[in-house]
């Protein structure tokens, strides 16, 4: 089922390529972003961050500055390193102190996404997928220990741009959130974790064929909304950033579309009053309104493989 769900993502992405030259050029910054700011809400969960809810919230801090770092140079797909790009340009700028603490954690951040990358590149090619993974996870257990967040993190941003690990070529789409600090626990064996990696590839592979579709769907929405723009236009550009962003408000999209700040939130309210986007009242935030999901409800005999169903074995056998 896992490799199932590969092709169907494959096949998801594949739809872009059928689509003229100006609307795939749309749905990939869509997707790029999307992709991009799941892989940043993993990072937070793996971090323990709790600010910096999206890409471009005003709390962010030298965290996010990490991450686009680590994402330079990790990133193989180009869509992902000009999305990632886009997000360091317009970040809100570090403190002195918060520059300072970038400058204190990112050689040792770089120095344990090198080692698991080092450590992907040593995998056998002769076995298959999920077992290449596992093999990975029994050869970084002991980064978990050493590392004040674990290590995690460093699977999930380094597993997800190397996807020669999983037979894949390396410039494609990333795979967010493969792996969880559970994997890494020592008591677990191997047939718990091959179920669990099994699971976390399937829903890895499914969201990516969700944020796709939905890309696409977004994109065909705006056009039938708003077939007739002038050439000079920047409301599709704002659109395109705020599908892919998921929230935007007036301050961050004036700087993305270059344009003055009551500029940005006359197009915010123009995408609301079509139907494409909310206001989140008292916030001036606008999000996204998402009128296409593809998801595991409406197709439960394809989730086969749930850590929850996995047959009582003793944790600590590992044989």
Known sequence: MALFALGHADASLSFSRLLPEDV??????????????????????????????????????????????????LADWPPLVTANNIIRVHSPALTVQENQLYESVIDDSRDAVAEVC???ARLPADIDPIKRASLLIGRCQK????????????????????LDMLGRSKAAAPFPALFSREMLRFDRSKAWRHQALSAA???????????????????????????????NSRLGTAFVFLAGL???????????VGCTEPGARKMLKQLASAGLATAQSPSPAFELVRSFRLGWPGATWLRSYSVDDVPDVDPFDDG
Not at 143 to 162: D, K, Y
Not at 206 to 229: G, K, N, T, Y
Not at 246 to 256: D, I, V
Request: proline share 3%; aromatic share 6%; charged share 20%.
């Open 246 to 256: 998921g929230e935007l408000s007036p301050t961050p999209l004036a700087r993305l």
């Open 143 to 162: 980064l978990e220990e050493t590392l004040e967040f674990g290590v995690a993190w460093a699977l999930n941003l380094a597993g997800a741009n190397r």
């Open 201 to 231: 590839l399937t829903e890895a592979a499914h969201h990516l064929s969700s944020v796709a579709l939905e890309s696409i769907h977004a994109v065909r929405s705006f056009r039938a909304v708003f077939p007739d723009l002038r050439r």
């Open 118 to 120: 080092d450590q992907i």
């Open 24 to 73: 795939a050029a749309d749905v990939t910054t869509i997707l790029a972003l999307r992709v991009l700011g799941s892989l940043w809400n993993q990072y937070r969960i793996d971090c323990k961050i709790n600010h910096g809810r999206t890409l471009l919230s005003i709390d962010n801090g030298y965290e996010l500055r990490v991450f686009t770092t680590l994402i330079d140079d």
